[in-house]
């Protein structure tokens, strides 16, 4: 992907935000049409119940439709704000399952600009992704597929693997990088 497109991309996406704000519903409409795939895929992988997925990725419209001046381009891009409110709200709702579960999230966003608005664009971000995934040590690997992907806390993750808290939280903070890294345009 080019960097114009790329810049092009936070551009549009700036633009619908700026239209939110002032009350431009076919503004929101479009940013639900380019991002929805995307937040439901994230809270789809974490809850594991289309219901609460469902739910959960109208909030998260809804809330951008009231907070959406809040936004500042310059702490990342849409979709990646999406991505975490939708991570975020997913583990909520999974620890409101299960109140014993412990407290601590992993914080670690990895905000990238990538043009996400196709879906050819999207499958080629995850295949990227995924061959990154792919190449990170075993242990990388499954620490960040708990964290992420299940909603684990560093601590569960421990507990999971039988690993030591520190190691679990080096391994997490390595792969965080090592994607960050790679990922980049």
């Known amino acids: 992907m080019n960097p114009a497109s790329s810049i092009d991309q936070r551009s549009s996406d700036w633009t619908l935000i700026e239209r939110i704000v002032a009350r431009d519903e076919t503004a929101l409409a479009s940013l639900y049409d380019r991002y929805s795939g995307l937040v439901c895929a994230v809270l789809n992988r974490i809850l594991r119940d289309s219901a609460a997925a469902e739910e959960i990725l109208q909030d998260i419209f809804f809330q951008v439709w009231r907070t959406a001046a809040q936004f500042d381009p310059a702490r990342g891009s849409v979709p990646g704000w999406l991505a975490v409110a939708a ?84 391994r997490l903070r390595s792969a965080v990088e090592t994607l960050k890294k790679k990922l980049q345009p």
Not at 116 to 126: I, P
């Open 87 to 170: 991570r975020n709200r997913a583990i909520s709702r999974l620890r409101r399952r299960n109140p014993g579960q412990g407290e601590e999230l992993f914080e670690n966003a990895i905000v990238l600009p990538f043009n996400l608005e196709t879906e050819a664009a999207q499958k080629q971000m995850m295949g990227k992704v995924k061959g990154v995934l792919g190449n990170l040590p075993k242990e990388q690997r499954e620490a960040i597929e708990l964290a992420y992907f299940e909603g684990l806390t560093h601590s569960e993750i421990a507990t999971r693997t039988g690993d030591p808290l520190g190691t679990v939280k080096t």
